[in-house]
């Protein structure tokens, strides 16, 4: 029983002496787990493992669990994606975000007056300017902002949605689920890929409280298509006393290809607009309601606000945002990638290529196309290039998986056997960076 190699494994106080660790909880759980799992192995091939080994395996645990999220360098092209925290924050915003977090503010505080004020002041005249619209009122993400909109708006009675529209975006928000859970009725209107005006007004009955648009953001119906137009839809709305509320998802507050944009939908008689914080705009995440100021003001004093309004650290990113949308689009990361210049875009790739050159590892530029992502601008191809490398002897797979798993992660696409580097989506400043990883991963 005494060579049993599994009773040869050192102690917790022991692997904290050698990792020099002090011996707080955190650590010390990690050094459990490595021990649970040498354990393990143990049973199965009874291969003694060394005190270093055990201590190396430690240290690695310890760089794993650091107090941030892991870093992902992004070279797959997609300048929105949910999966990786869709949009990256300007450098401005992110400082006011950090100001906001770090001291007080006058967050809900009217200097002027020294009373009370509300955390929407911020962003109302921004949004009204940017937009046209009477008012605006700021949550956590669109969908509370569609949620709030359905369940202020309609209180029970029915909504009119084309059956064109009943989306489902990123998984788990679904237009009928949503309008289920905030006690609206749904009502059905026309066929999948056309409904037409009559559609709606035949629909529309005395327990009717609103027309519902929702912009299809993450695919597209070809072919024999028929969609209302925006406008003759809000006069019908406006005829019947019905609201008129229009989630566009991602909603463009300047102009771009294949979106709609925000103004132009309030000026075609929205009385609701929603739209995302983190998609198209840029910013942190958050839900947007533009509209008239009555409609507006009932979403803010309903008693669900409370529990879906922002903390101080998106409104401060959110309102720097939309300053910059005013006064410095270009300065906004998303923007910047989703209008990157093929040109600028070929000068990226060559900086890379000669650093990885320096590094001793072989590539080449090719043409790609770059998405917008994230429930936006589906079908559009954002004109670019890659940069490509043969990664034998090693499996373009191996490669990719072990490029994920460094302190600060790089995501990469195969095809055909190569790794594809896109150099829309990687921070110009640190393409030294992605071609030592890169280096790394390859010649090792
Ligand atoms: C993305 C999207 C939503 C959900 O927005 P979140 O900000 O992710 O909550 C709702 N509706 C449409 C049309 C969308 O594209």
Not at 170 to 173: L, P, R, V, Y
Not at 248 to 252: A, K, Q, Y
């Given at each position: 029983m005494t060579d049993d190699p599994r009773r040869q494994l050192p102690s917790v106080t022991r692997l904290l002496e050698l990792t020099s660790l002090p011996a707080n909880r955190l650590w010390v759980s990690l050094i459990e787990a490595e021990l649970a799992q040498a354990r393990a192995t143990l049973t199965k091939t009874h291969e003694p493992i060394a005190e270093s080994e055990l201590a190396r395996r430690v240290q690695q645990a310890v760089a794993r669990s650091g107090p941030g999220l892991t870093e992902i360098l992004n070279?797959?092209?997609?300048?929105?994606h949910t999966n990786i925290g869709r949009a990256p924050l300007s450098e401005r915003a992110a400082a006011m975000a950090a100001r906001a977090a770090l001291g007080y503010s006058d967050l809900e505080f009217d200097l002027l007056s020294g009373h009370r004020s509300s955390r929407q002041d911020h962003l109302q005249s921004l949004l009204t300017l940017l937009t046209g619209a009477e008012a605006a009122v700021v949550v956590n993400n669109n969908a509370a902002a569609v949620f709030l909109a359905l369940i202020t708006l309609t209180q029970g009675r029915q909504v009119v949605i084309s059956r064109g529209e009943l989306v489902e975006i990123?998984?788990?928000?679904r237009v009928p689920d949503i309008m289920a859970a905030s006690g609206t009725e749904l009502v059905e209107v026309g066929t999948t890929n056309r409904t037409r005006l009559a559609d709606y007004e035949r629909a529309i009955g005395p327990n009717t409280a609103a027309l519902l648009r929702v912009h299809p953001s993450n695919f597209q119906i070809r072919g024999f298509t028929e969609q209302a137009d925006p406008l003759a839809l809000a006069q019908l709305a406006h005829t019947h006393h019905l609201v008129m509320i229009d989630d566009?998802?991602?909603?463009?507050l300047l102009p771009l290809p294949a979106e709609p944009d925000v103004a132009s939908r309030v000026r075609q008689g929205a009385d609701v607009v929603t739209f995302s914080?983190?998609?198209?705009?840029?910013?942190?995440q958050a839900g947007i309601a533009v509209g008239r100021l009555t409609v507006i003001d009932q979403m803010k004093r309903h008693p669900l606000y409370r529990a879906l309004r922002p903390d101080k650290m998106t409104l401060a990113a959110l309102r720097a945002t939309l300053w910059q949308t005013l006064v410095e689009p270009d300065q906004i990361p998303v923007r910047q990638m989703v209008t990157a210049d093929p040109g600028a875009l070929r000068r990226q790739a060559k900086r890379l290529i000669a650093h990885l050159k320096r590094r001793g590892v072989q590539a080449s530029v090719r043409p790609k196309g770059g998405v917008a992502g994230?429930?936006?601008?589906?079908d559009v191809e954002l004109p670019g290039v890659a940069v490509a490398i043969d990664p034998r002897p090693k499996s373009a797979s191996a490669v990719q998986a072990e490029l994920r798993q460094g302190a600060v992660a790089l995501l990469v696409q195969v095809e055909g056997g190569m790794i594809v580097v896109d150099v829309?989506?990687?921070?110009?400043?640190?393409l030294a960076e992605v071609a030592e990883i890169l280096a790394r991963c390859l010649l090792n």
């Open positions: 070279g797959t092209g997609v300048v929105i990123g998984g788990s928000f566009l998802g991602s909603g463009s914080g983190d998609k198209l705009l840029g910013g942190p994230g429930g936006s601008m589906p829309r989506t990687l921070p110009a400043q640190r």
